[in-house]
């Protein structure tokens, strides 16, 4: 066992596919350089405390004993509970993020990802990158109920940029790409992509012939969006991107901040831009080449906040 461990962890922005993992459908993703850091410090007696600088929530509880859920760090409660039988020594571990909180960049994902990395580290568990991305999706989606797909454990766990097969027996294949001209915009608008999702949900289960539809339009764009990529076709790239938000907006899953943001971003040279994420808010993506600078000028001018990443690689 590690005395002391620190890392850091990624969020993630989707390329092409939002919403469709929650079907099971294939998705790419990219871990960016947007981080996450965990620290950990064993103990010498049965002590556990979780601590979380960004929202000042402590958890303390004995090894053995079941830390709560309805909290904050019940991601990592529901982990523990996972991974329980295999620790034997109490520990310390923290986390301070620089990934905004509910802006769409999955925070909650990291988190998972994370503390799972970090105890796999410390306690020799010699779990795979796709083990780790299970186990924390089962956390979200199963023990705590959330509303998820496979994409964001999946991408954050093994970094790069990834196109996820998302059903129930998930695979993942690395890009070859060393950079991707992209600005991410946040709409600063409060999200409300719970209502969305459950609208949306509801509307596959009835079999709502323009919800399948648009779902397969966005489906297709990532069968194609692979190839884009691979030839470095940012062009086609783009019109992808352009046609997912059509999609969108069929979904109504838009909000005219975010049109707003997308239709100012191509205005100022963007390829193509797509909103990100469930809807109801949150953040956008734009394909920009040689153009980033003024996109995100662009994006700040008409009242969102910006960012140029680049790809995480572990």
């Not at 390329?15 to 850091?37: H, T």
Request: contains cysteine; hydrophobic residues 40%; proline residues 3%.
């Amino acid at each position: 066992m590690k005395e002391r461990i620190s890392l850091k962890i990624p969020g993630r922005i989707c390329i092409l596919g939002d919403k469709v993992d929650l079907l099971g459908k294939p998705v790419i993703a990219m871990a960016i350089n947007l981080m996450m850091k965990i620290n950990f410090v064993a103990k010498k007696n049965n002590r556990v405390t979780f601590y979380s600088h960004n929202t000042k929530e402590k958890i303390d509880f004995n090894l053995g004993e079941s830390p709560p859920k309805n909290i904050d760090l019940g991601y990592w409660s529901v982990l523990y509970e996972r991974l329980k039988v295999k620790i034997d020594r109490g520990f310390y571990i923290e986390v301070d993020s620089d990934i905004p909180i509910g802006c769409g960049l999955s925070t909650s994902a990291a988190l998972s990802v994370g503390f799972l990395r970090t105890l796999n580290e410390a306690y020799d568990l010699t779990l795979s990158n796709s083990d780790i991305a299970e186990i924390a999706y089962l956390g979200e989606n199963y023990d705590l109920g959330i509303q998820c797909g496979r994409m964001d454990q999946y991408s954050i766990a093994y970094g790069g940029v990834t196109f996820i097969h998302t059903d129930e027996n998930p695979r993942v294949e690395i890009l070859d790409i060393n950079e991707l001209p992209v600005v991410v915009g946040d709409s600063m608008e409060e999200r409300k992509a719970v209502s969305v999702l459950n609208r949306v949900k509801r509307q596959i289960r009835e079999k709502e012939e323009k919800t399948l539809d648009a779902f397969k339009v966005i489906e297709e764009g990532v069968y194609q969006g692979r190839e884009a990529l691979i030839k470095r076709d940012f062009k086609r790239l783009g019109g992808l991107m352009n046609k997912q938000q059509e999609q969108e907006i069929i979904l109504k899953a838009e909000t005219e901040k975010i049109h707003t943001l997308c239709e100012v971003s191509k205005n100022a040279g963007a390829l193509g831009a797509k909103q990100m994420g469930a809807g109801g808010g949150g953040c956008m993506l734009a394909i920009c080449p040689g153009k980033q600078q003024e996109v995100a000028k662009a994006i700040e001018d008409a009242g969102g906040r910006s960012w140029i990443f680049d790809i995480f690689n572990y």
